[in-house]
């Protein structure tokens, strides 16, 4: 059974950093690409970064480039997101995701993922 269980979030005043950890259990964690997704009240779930299997190739919203860092350890099963200048439009829910493919390269869509984790709330106060 898959699991993904994120983790790092909390309020954080703007400007400010955090970084997320989304452990995962169940697959072959090196051989998939992994992605983070958001969620804010009232809005669609929307794409933040991902990353491919090996690290090599990442992909980022234009809201977040230069701010935030997706990366990981697959010694680890671990996918991060360093998230730094942090802004209130930046509050969500965050959540890390795996897709049902494997070896593939960075995907951005919700639809290209099969397993989400619970999500953790990021907080930004002005």
């Known amino acids: 059974q898959v699991q993904l269980v994120e983790s790092g979030g909390g309020l954080v005043q703007a400007g400010g950093s955090l970084r997320l950890s989304c452990a995962a259990s169940?697959?072959?964690?090196?051989?998939?690409?992994m992605g983070w997704f958001r969620q804010a009240p009232g809005k669609e779930r929307e794409f933040v970064a991902a990353i491919s299997w090996s690290g090599g190739s990442t992909s980022y919203v234009d809201f977040v480039k230069g701010r935030f860092t997706i990366s990981r350890d697959n010694a680890k099963n671990t996918v991060f997101l360093q998230m730094n200048s942090l802004k209130p439009e930046d509050t969500a829910v965050y959540y890390c995701a795996i897709p049902w493919k494997e070896s593939a390269p960075v995907l951005f869509h919700p639809s290209e993922y099969d397993y989400w984790g619970q999500g953790t709330q990021v907080t930004v106060s002005s």
């Open positions: 169940g697959r072959t964690f090196s051989r998939y690409a």
